[in-house]
């Protein structure tokens, strides 16, 4: 998660700066949790919404590719 939330941010023209002021933490406590890659599933959501984009937490079956 931790590459794909960098990739975004690329993608959105931000940096880990603005997020963590969209998000009320500081830029220190976001970078240890991308270091960690430890987020969980409502961080994501909230980290999604800060970056106006949309969040979908999914598993998908390895046998057949089906969403499970």
Do not use: P, Y
């Not at 998000?23 to 949790?33: A, F, H, I, R, V």
């Amino acid at each position: 998660m931790a590459e794909k939330i960098r990739i975004a941010l690329i993608k959105r023209n931000m940096n880990l700066k603005e997020l963590s002021s969209r998000l009320g933490c500081t830029s220190q406590n976001l970078s240890g949790k991308l270091k960690r890659d430890n987020f969980s599933e409502r961080e994501l959501i909230e980290i999604a919404d800060a970056m106006d984009c949309h969040f979908e937490g999914r598993f998908i079956s390895n046998d057949n590719g089906e969403e499970v």
